[in-house]
Structure formats: structure tokens, C-alpha cells
């Protein structure tokens, strides 16, 4: 089964994810500029949710970090060992996974790496279990005591503990959002969610604030500015899409049909009120969607990007928003005319402006009151009646 989530939300004047130069990143689509929010950048404000809202146990989560060696190194410490040879056991048990360490930073890896809590947890129990053989490795090792060990110099089946540890630790964020390491292919994950990049449905320009600070004991009698600069911003409505693949999820989970449940669930939460952090203390962009679409199916994914191909603009007395979800609305008609419903199990749309649906009100979408029914409603389809979770994973 799939989910798909489809939102419509207008930013006032803001810079929400910007580029190698400081301005709002931006793409062409249908021969204009739109602006545009990162896919990376999204996912990023959905798992920093996860958190902050307390959508997920902790257990539940995961870690992206080069600073494995270090927190490993700390837990040994907490634990009573000696923490010059707590570094050089988690170095060991590191370099036994062939993660590399950073040649000029070698407390760091050489790339960020995506580990459930869990999994660090299960990794510094091994370093403890196995600590005195960790200590004696000697690298240096030679005939047939080498023949026995890794290339590393750890013990076979230290190495062979450590690798199998590597299986997601039952982390939703990982679960949906996919794990590769470069020099482990074989312990990646498969994400069980696409997140697109947000476009906006209309054209944009980019617009500059120029602004000043003084010099608060600045003399009376001097006159000027100590600081003067410009950020780029822009006001933009955007479409946004992603979609989930419970089977996947649930593979990904091990099995664990309940905690996928509960994933989803966190998930669509987060996702809509999920907002990028960039330059939010200067403009305080925290507009919520003014529509939430969710669509449950056994095959076949459908974005609505193509609605906007001609730039939504103010019309007929509709304003940008209204003209974005009747464009969307019409789009979703025209595909369902021409694919038909076949395969879709239902779905369900929540926005402020019910006047602009004509579509979506017709089988199989429901208009539905508030986010929450949105949400409650593509679990029941998705997983069955009983799917509704409380807030937070099942420990």
C-alpha cells in the first residue's frame, strides 16, 4: 500500500532554505522560475519534529553524525573505562564495520553516517563485552594468528558481531528516509519514503532587504550606520508531495507492523507542520498549509506538480492560495478522467478554502474537517480501523 501527501502553503516574505550564496533557492519548471525547498531540507525539518514534538521515543530515532568514535568513547566512560583506551577501542571496533576514519580529523568518520540509537547502543555494548580483546589487538600480528583475525586486526567474530548490529536498530526516521554507506553497501536501507522538492505554484522574484544596525553608544553627535548588508527573500506558494511505501516500511522495521503504524502516523503529523528554520529570526515565516491532501492506493504514485505548470496567479477574484488549490483540485479531475480510480482506496482533504474543491469532492476523496481526520483516516485505509497511535513509538 501506498500514502501519498499532498500540501498547499503559502510562506509570507521569507528565505527558508538558501543556497551557496545566501539567496532562496529556486529551479525552473514550465519555463519560469519558481522558488523552491529542498528535499534534503524538508526531511531535515520532519525528523528535527520528530523531536521537538515528541513524536517518536527516542529508541526510536536515529543519528546522523561523523562523531560515532566520540560517543561511543563516551558511553565506555560513563560505563568506568579509561577513556585514552575507550578512544582506541571504539577506534578499533569502527575500523572493524570499514568505516574510515578522517585522515585530517581522526576522531571524526569520513563521512556523516545515519545509525539508530540503537544500534550505537548495541555497538558500545559490544565494545564492552569484548573490551579486553580490543585492548590486545595488535595490528602488527602476523602467520597464522593474522590468518584468524580481520584485516584490522580484530578478532573474526568481533567483526562479524559488529556488522550484524548494523540492521536500521528499528529507527523510524531511518526506516523512511533511507541509509547509504559507501563502504558498507550491504547494510544499506532502502527508503520506504520519496520526498520531492517543494516548488512553488507560482512564478517568483527575488526581492532584496537592505537594512542597517547602530552602534547603540554611538555618540549623539555621529551620525551613520555601523553595519550594512541585504538578504535576498521571497514570497512564494508551494506544492509539496511525498509518498510512503508501508510494505517497505514495514520491511525496514523488521516486521514491526505496530512501530510502522505509529512511523506513519508521526510522520504525517510532521510533515505538515514541519517548517524550515532558515532566516526565521529575521522574517518568522510560520504560515501553515492552507490545504492537506492524503491519498491512499495499492499501486500507482501520482504527483500534482504538473497543476502548475502554468504559474497560479490571482484571478476571477480568487488570491494566489485560492487559485493554487482550485488548479490543483482541476488536475486531480483531469487524472482521475483519464487513469480512472482504480487501485485507490480513498482520499481525504482538509483546507480553509472549501470552495475552490469541485473534484476532490467526488469518490473517491471525502472532505473532511480538520488535519487530524486527514490523517486518521489515510491510517485506517493504509494499516486498518485500529491504526490510530497516541503520541510517541510503542517502547
Same mark, same amino acid.
Given at each position: 500500500?501506498?500514502?501519498?501527501?499532498?500540501?498547499?502553503?503559502?510562506?509570507?516574505?521569507?528565505?527558508?532554505?538558501?543556497?551557496?550564496?545566501?539567496?532562496?533557492?529556486?529551479?525552473?519548471?514550465?519555463?519560469?522560475?519558481?522558488?523552491?525547498?529542498?528535499?534534503?531540507?524538508?526531511?531535515?525539518?520532519?525528523?528535527?519534529?520528530?523531536?521537538?514534538?515528541?513524536?517518536?521515543?527516542?529508541?526510536?530515532?536515529? $543519528?546522523?553524525?561523523?562523531?560515532?568514535?566520540?560517543?561511543?568513547?563516551?558511553?565506555?566512560?560513563?560505563?568506568?573505562?579509561?577513556?585514552?583506551?575507550?578512544?582506541?577501542?571504539?577506534?578499533?571496533?569502527?575500523?572493524?564495520?570499514?568505516?574510515?576514519?578522517?585522515?585530517?580529523?581522526?576522531?571524526?568518520?569520513?563521512?556523516?553516517?545515519?545509525?539508530?540509537?540503537?544500534?550505537?547502543?548495541?555497538?558500545?555494548?559490544?565494545?564492552?563485552?569484548?573490551?579486553?580483546?580490543?585492548?590486545?589487538?595488535? =595490528?602488527?600480528?602476523?602467520?597464522?594468528?593474522?590468518?584468524?583475525?580481520?584485516?584490522?586486526?580484530?578478532?573474526?567474530?568481533?567483526?562479524?558481531?559488529?556488522?550484524?548490529?548494523?540492521?536500521?536498530?528499528?529507527?523510524?526516521?531511518?526506516?523512511?528516509?533511507?541509509?547509504?554507506?559507501?563502504?558498507?553497501?550491504?547494510?544499506?536501507?532502502?527508503?520506504?519514503?520519496?520526498?520531492?522538492?517543494? $516548488?512553488?505554484?507560482?512564478?517568483?522574484?527575488?526581492?532584496?532587504?537592505?537594512?542597517?544596525?547602530? =552602534?547603540?553608544?554611538?555618540?549623539?553627535?555621529?551620525?551613520?550606520?555601523?553595519?550594512?548588508?541585504?538578504?535576498?527573500?521571497?514570497?512564494?506558494?508551494?506544492?509539496?508531495?511525498?509518498?510512503?511505501?508501508?510494505?517497505?516500511?514495514?520491511?525496514?522495521?523488521?516486521?514491526?507492523?505496530?512501530?510502522?503504524?505509529?512511523?506513519?502516523?508521526?510522520?504525517?503529523?510532521?510533515?505538515?507542520?514541519?517548517?524550515?528554520?532558515?532566516?526565521?529570526?529575521?522574517?518568522?515565516?510560520?504560515?501553515?498549509?492552507?490545504?492537506?491532501?492524503?491519498?491512499?492506493?495499492?499501486?500507482?504514485?501520482?504527483?500534482?506538480?504538473?497543476?502548475?505548470?502554468?504559474?497560479?496567479?490571482?484571478?476571477?477574484?480568487?488570491?494566489?492560495?485560492?487559485?493554487? $488549490?482550485?488548479?490543483?483540485?482541476?488536475?486531480?479531475?483531469?487524472?482521475?478522467?483519464?487513469?480512472?480510480? =482504480?487501485?485507490?482506496?480513498?482520499?481525504?482533504?482538509?483546507?480553509?478554502?472549501?470552495?475552490?474543491?469541485?473534484?476532490?469532492?467526488?469518490?473517491?476523496?471525502?472532505?473532511?474537517?480538520?488535519?487530524?481526520?486527514?490523517?486518521?483516516?489515510?491510517?485506517?485505509?493504509?494499516?486498518?480501523?485500529?491504526?490510530?497511535?497516541?503520541?510517541?513509538?510503542?517502547?
Amino acid at each position: 500500500m501506498f500514502v501519498e501527501l499532498h500540501v498547499i502553503q503559502h510562506f509570507a516574505p521569507s528565505n527558508l532554505n538558501r543556497d551557496d550564496t545566501g539567496a532562496p533557492k529556486d529551479c525552473e519548471f514550465g519555463g519560469v522560475r519558481r522558488a523552491r525547498i529542498s528535499s534534503q531540507c524538508i526531511k531535515r525539518a520532519i525528523r528535527t519534529t520528530f523531536q521537538r514534538e515528541q513524536l517518536l521515543s527516542p529508541e526510536h530515532q536515529a $543519528i546522523r553524525t561523523k562523531r560515532l568514535l566520540g560517543e561511543l568513547a563516551d558511553r565506555l566512560v560513563a560505563a568506568g573505562k579509561d577513556r585514552e583506551q575507550a578512544l582506541a577501542v571504539a577506534q578499533r571496533l569502527i575500523e572493524s564495520l570499514g568505516l574510515a576514519l578522517a585522515t585530517r580529523q581522526p576522531e571524526k568518520t569520513e563521512y556523516l553516517v545515519f545509525l539508530g540509537r540503537h544500534e550505537v547502543e548495541r555497538l558500545a555494548n559490544l565494545a564492552a563485552e569484548a573490551w579486553d580483546a580490543l585492548v590486545a589487538v595488535d =595490528d602488527a600480528r602476523s602467520g597464522e594468528q593474522q590468518r584468524k583475525k580481520s584485516r584490522s586486526g580484530i578478532p573474526s567474530e568481533i567483526s562479524r558481531a559488529a556488522h550484524q548490529i548494523l540492521d536500521g536498530g528499528k529507527a523510524v526516521d531511518l526506516a523512511l528516509f533511507g541509509r547509504m554507506l559507501a563502504d558498507l553497501p550491504e547494510r544499506n536501507i532502502d527508503a520506504a519514503c520519496q520526498v520531492a522538492h517543494a $516548488i512553488s505554484t507560482n512564478r517568483v522574484t527575488m526581492e532584496f532587504d537592505y537594512y542597517t544596525a547602530v =552602534d547603540d553608544l554611538l555618540p549623539e553627535e555621529t551620525a551613520g550606520a555601523d553595519m550594512i548588508g541585504t538578504v535576498e527573500f521571497n514570497s512564494a506558494c508551494y506544492y509539496r508531495y511525498l509518498n510512503v511505501d508501508t510494505e517497505q516500511l514495514v520491511s525496514n522495521l523488521q516486521g514491526d507492523t505496530d512501530l510502522a503504524k505509529a512511523g506513519l502516523h508521526a510522520l504525517l503529523q510532521a510533515a505538515v507542520s514541519a517548517i524550515p528554520t532558515g532566516k526565521q529570526n529575521s522574517f518568522a515565516a510560520q504560515n501553515p498549509p492552507s490545504l492537506v491532501f492524503a491519498v491512499v492506493r495499492q499501486r500507482g504514485l501520482w504527483s500534482l506538480a504538473n497543476a502548475f505548470v502554468e504559474p497560479a496567479r490571482p484571478r476571477d477574484g480568487r488570491d494566489l492560495v485560492q487559485e493554487s $488549490i482550485r488548479k490543483l483540485d482541476t488536475y486531480w479531475g483531469r487524472l482521475v478522467g483519464m487513469y480512472g480510480a =482504480d487501485g485507490i482506496q480513498g482520499g481525504w482533504v482538509a483546507t480553509h478554502e472549501p470552495d475552490q474543491l469541485q473534484a476532490l469532492r467526488s469518490a473517491p476523496c471525502h472532505p473532511v474537517k480538520t488535519v487530524s481526520h486527514v490523517i486518521e483516516q489515510a491510517l485506517s485505509a493504509a494499516f486498518g480501523a485500529d491504526s490510530h497511535q497516541q503520541k510517541g513509538a510503542p517502547a
